[in-house]
């Protein structure tokens, strides 16, 4: 699946030789139609994938030990690294390329959603 039209991407950029790197999205609270989360919404369950041109292009998103996805507060916690096997493509030269990494979850308001945030993938 393609990035969605209105990705919002990171603006911190990723170096495919570079080991692991956190990123920290963060869900709003409040009544407005804007607002991800209710008052008193809560995020009960949640995965964190890449899409499927992440995948292709060779993110992963890192599920052992310190570096498992979490959420806490708003707040998820999620770490990338890009496979062995892709870190000399092309595909990141130049302006490189923006990969997304999709947010499902449910919520104590029996609500599900899923939101696609960018992460762009540069050689420096």
Same mark, same amino acid.
């Not at 310190?66 to 496979?83: G, L, Q």
């Given at each position: 699946?393609?990035?969605?039209?209105?990705?919002?991407?990171? &603006? /911190?950029?990723? +170096?495919?030789?570079?080991?692991?790197?956190?990123?920290?999205?963060?869900?709003? %609270? #409040? !009544?407005?139609?804007?607002?991800?989360?209710?008052?008193?919404?809560?995020?009960?369950?949640?995965?964190?994938?890449?899409?499927?041109?992440?995948?292709?292009?060779?993110?992963?998103?890192?599920?052992?030990?310190?570096?498992? &996805? /979490?959420?806490? +507060?708003?707040?998820?916690?999620?770490?990338?690294?890009?496979?062995?096997?892709? %870190? #000399? !493509?092309?595909?990141?030269?130049?302006?490189?390329?923006?990969?997304?990494?999709?947010?499902?979850?449910?919520?104590?308001?029996?609500?599900?959603?899923?939101?696609?945030?960018?992460?762009?993938?540069?050689?420096?």
């Amino acid at each position: 699946m393609a990035n969605p039209p209105d990705i919002k991407t990171f &603006p /911190r950029r990723i +170096d495919p030789n570079m080991p692991r790197r956190g990123f920290y999205p963060v869900l709003t %609270r #409040g !009544s407005e139609v804007r607002d991800i989360l209710q008052p008193g919404e809560e995020v009960t369950s949640f995965t964190v994938t890449p899409n499927a041109e992440a995948t292709a292009a060779g993110l992963v998103v890192m599920t052992d030990g310190d570096f498992a &996805p /979490r959420y806490a +507060d708003r707040v998820f916690a999620f770490w990338v690294e890009i496979a062995t096997a892709m %870190r #000399g !493509s092309s595909i990141f030269n130049g302006t490189g390329i923006v990969l997304g990494v999709e947010l499902s979850f449910t919520t104590n308001f029996q609500q599900s959603d899923q939101i696609t945030v960018g992460i762009r993938v540069v050689n420096k």
